[in-house]
Structure formats: C-alpha cells, structure tokens
C-alpha cells in the first residue's frame, strides 16, 4: 500500500492565529445575541481564508519568496514607504495592542486553576500572571526553534478542538436551527459582529505569515499538494472551532447575559447544565490553548513580516527577528499588567487593518498570475474569478465597517 506524505504544520500555526481570546469571545456572544443566525458569517470567513491562504501558501513553495519580498521588489521607492507605513501601523501597532488582549485571555483561562496572583507597586497593582506568561513566550522565542513552535502549536490546536466541540455536542444543538443559520443574514442588529467574524478570521498578518513559514516547512514544489491539504484541513478546523462556541453559546443562550461575560468562569455558566462545577476548568482550558497560541503567533507573524522593512534574514535564529518579536511581547505583557485598555490603538490597527486587507489581497492575487513567480503555477480564471469576488466583498466590508469607528 502507498504511503501518503501528509505533513501538518504551517496552516495549523494560521489556525492558532485567528483563534484567539477575542475569536472565543465574540463567537460566544454572537450565539447568545443571535443564536444559530451567524454561522453562515463563519463559513464564508473560513472559505474566503481557505483562498488566500492557499495563495500564499503557493507563494511561499514555489517562489520561495515570502510576500513582503514581492512587495518590496515590485513597487517604487515612494509606494515602497507607503506600504511600509502601512505594514508598521497594522502590524507593529496594531500587534502590540492585540497582544496585550492575547495575554490577557491566556491570563483570564490560567486564573480559574491559580487565582488572581497581584502587588502593589507604586500605587498600581500589578498582575504577576501576564509577566511570568511573558517569560515564558520570550524563553521560546529566545531558546526555542521553529519546530518547537510548530509543535507546541499544533497539539494545542486540537486541544482546543477537543474542547469546544465537545461543548457543543453536549449543549445538544438544534439541527434545524443550525440548517437555518447557513443562510446569510445581515441588517442594523448583526451587522457589527458580522464585520467582527469576518476580521477576526481573515487577518491580513497571517498572509505574510504563511507564506515565510510555508517557504522554511516545504522544500520542494512536490511539497505543494501537502501543502494544500495542511491549509484546508487546518483551517476548517479553526471554523468549526468557532461554529462549535456559537453553537454552545446559542444553546445556553438563556443562562447567561452577553454584557456579564468578562472572564472564563461567565463563559463556562453556558456549561453548568451539562458538566456542573468543572464546566469553568473545561472552557479555561481552551481559552488558555486559545490565548496562548495567539499570544506566540502575533509576534513572530510581525517579525516576519517586518524583515522586508528593517533587511533582516526572516529567520528564527537571526537576532533582529527575536528582538521585534520580544518587543511586541513586552509592549503587551506592559497593556495586559497594569490593566490599561488601549482601545485607541486598537481603533487604529483596525482601521488601517480595514484598508490593508484589500490592497494585500489584491497585490496576493496579482503576484500568483505572474510566470516569472510561478511558471506553470499560476491561477487559473476561474480561480480567478473567485479571488476578485472575495476582494470586491472586502472592500465593500471594509468601507462600512470604517464608517463605524
């Protein structure tokens, strides 16, 4: 019998990506704001990322170029610095605010089994957990190499698979309202979680992340077909991750007010009919997976994609690509410590965020049809017809979504 060579690794890290504290957080209060009626938001967010993150991906293989490195040999010196500007405010900025709400969610799952643990310093009280959870991703980043990441990465993805789709199955959801929630539903009330599914899953950062780490992982263009199958299966994995929270959430929609989720012991009250007491431990372990994951994978995704900027090797072992990520990771570790919210930074990266995903894609789309790149790799029409659709449909999204901020 033929052996088939399927290797799991850089979709996998895209999952543990996207699926984040604030990936847990929203889907759980979509499902109790609107039940089952957002899982179609869900299902297009995961094929639209499927598609870009297969081009990428290819990117990555076949050029051996990451997307940065396309930009940057591909535009003027002056659209050079307006990209730049533009990957620094999304990336830089925008991935420091996040991180603090990454450490943040590993804090809020990590405190259900040791409590809160703070001092008093100069008047502020100071929250230990986000330092030593600090150290710990600077020991990786510093120690560790980019397959202890990858495995790390990979196993708590499917713990976090084991946890919430276990949660759903035991919230026994209702079938026919899950069929009724694959139709598309968008008006005044859901429009803002709409926007929030679609921009937690389709993440301009994990492009350039897929296509560096796609590039280290896969020597080969007969890797390509591997490659593949490691994206789509990662990545429906992420969504059904997150189909499962709605589906959790809308079945216990009744115990629990969106506005009193602040940490997991409110999430788990979705759970107390179904696993009494431990249902807080159950979901901590997943926010924690959750959080933990992003917490890694938002610094070394901005140390990635910066090294077209500061003419760095993207290399785990190259000193400039730890020091960006260990910078990202203080400047969060600072946010989610002293409780300081930075809500203004965060409307920033998502406003910058809002037009950056529609120049990414449109600039991915442009750079998979060109030979000298791909040779005979290239999108076909008909794979292009789809790509312009989801780029037409994210501008659209974008527009509206910054007319709210």
Not at 164 to 189: C, E, H, M, Q, R
Not at 376 to 405: D, E, P, Q
Request: glycine share 8%.
């Amino acid at each position: 019998m033929k052996k088939i060579n399927f290797k799991l690794g850089p979709g996998f890290i895209i999952t543990s990506a996207f699926i984040g504290p604030g990936t847990i957080t929203l889907c759980t209060l979509s499902g109790i704001e609107f039940g089952y009626s957002l899982i179609w938001c869900i299902i297009f967010s995961i094929a639209a990322t499927s598609y870009l993150q297969e081009l990428s991906a290819r990117l990555g293989i076949i050029s051996r170029l990451g997307l940065g490195d396309i930009f940057k040999s591909n535009t003027h010196n002056t659209l050079n610095k307006v990209f730049f500007i533009f990957i620094f405010l999304s990336l830089f900025i925008g991935n420091s605010a996040y991180e603090s709400g990454n450490i943040s969610g590993t804090v809020m799952g990590l405190e259900t089994f040791t409590g809160s643990i703070t001092i008093n310093l100069l008047k502020f009280n100071i929250n230990l957990l986000p330092i030593f959870i600090s150290i710990f991703l600077i020991s990786i980043i510093a120690y560790g190499s980019y397959k202890v990441f990858e495995r790390m990465l990979v196993s708590l993805v499917f713990v976090m698979s084991l946890t919430f789709i276990v949660t759903a199955i035991l919230s026994k959801p209702d079938l026919n309202l899950i069929i009724d929630g694959l139709i598309p539903n968008i008006n005044d009330n859901n429009f803002i979680y709409v926007i929030g599914l679609i921009g937690t899953t389709v993440v301009p950062y994990n492009l350039f992340l897929h296509s560096y780490i796609s590039k280290k992982k896969w020597k080969s263009k007969k890797d390509y077909k591997s490659s593949i199958y490691d994206t789509l299966l990662s990545i429906f994995i992420g969504g059904l991750i997150s189909i499962s929270i709605i589906i959790t959430s809308a079945g216990a929609s009744g115990l629990i007010d969106g506005n009193e989720v602040k940490n997991a012991i409110d999430l788990g009250k979705q759970l107390s009919p179904y696993l009494g007491d431990f249902s807080k431990y159950f979901i901590s372990i997943g926010l924690f997976s959750a959080g933990i994951t992003s917490s890694i994978t938002a610094p070394i995704a901005t140390s990635y994609a910066l090294s077209s900027i500061f003419n760095y090797k993207p290399e785990w072992k190259e000193k400039k690509f730890k020091i960006v990520s260990i910078i990202i990771i203080l400047i969060g570790c600072f946010f989610s410590s002293t409780s300081y919210n930075p809500i203004y930074i965060i409307k920033l990266a998502q406003f910058v965020n809002g037009l950056f995903l529609p120049i990414i894609g449109i600039s991915l789309l442009w750079a998979v049809n060109q030979t000298h790149y791909l040779g005979n790799y290239i999108n076909t029409k008909y794979y292009n017809v789809i790509g312009l659709l989801i780029i037409i449909l994210s501008i659209l999204i974008s527009l509206r979504s910054l007319s709210l901020l």
